[in-house]
């Protein structure tokens, strides 16, 4: 039904919420985004204590002027600023290695996402025979004099069964 690439692996009807979050977590992540997401920890962690320092001076000086403190408060903006901005930059690109991976992600799950949805849509099938078997008997209930028969009318799963029917594709 569908042409397997060399990378998917087989789905496995045993598969189970936890042996998905395993497949994904086994994807690993790049070395270049390792380092990234390294080195924005480490920037936060510099701009936060920087930041706290400065909001402590800024505080002691509002309670208590001081003209070196105020010196002090006003040569620390640089730094944050610059902080500010190496965290942004660092952001992007890991923004970017983020998506690589999340593809790489989603070629590993492919299959257990195929299958899913491939079985999700046969029980909506049988969810439909059952439905209109129970529509069935109700109108011949209320036919045959019962208006306090409960009467079904529809199957609430359309939404379910377009968003299958696009995953069993994909």
């Known amino acids: 039904m569908f042409a397997k690439k060399s990378t998917d692996r087989p789905a496995n009807k045993s598969d189970t919420p936890e042996t998905v979050r395993a497949l994904a977590a086994a994807v690993p992540m790049t070395a270049q985004h ?3 997401e390294n080195s924005l920890e480490a920037l936060r962690r510099q701009f936060d ?3 706290a320092e400065h909001s402590a001076l800024c505080h002691a000086n509002h309670q208590k002027p001081d003209s070196m403190l105020a010196k002090k408060i006003v040569s620390m903006e640089p730094q944050l600023s610059d902080l500010r ?3 942004v930059k660092n952001r992007q690109e890991i923004t970017v290695h983020r998506a690589q991976r999340a593809r790489n992600v989603a070629e590993m799950l492919a299959p257990t996402r195929r299958a899913a ?3 999700i849509l046969d029980l909506l099938d049988e969810l439909d025979r059952q439905t209109d078997l129970l529509i ?3 109108e011949e209930l ?3 004099g019962d208006t ?3 009467f079904l009318n529809q199957v609430p799963c359309v939404t379910l069964r377009d968003h299958a029917r696009r995953l069993a594709s994909a």
């Open 148 to 150: 306090e028969a409960v």
């Open 136 to 138: 069935a008997c109700n």
């Open 34 to 36: 390792q380092m990234a």
């Open 117 to 119: 949805a491939v079985l």
């Open 85 to 87: 901005a190496r965290i």
């Open 49 to 51: 204590a920087l930041a």
């Open 142 to 144: 209320r036919g045959a």
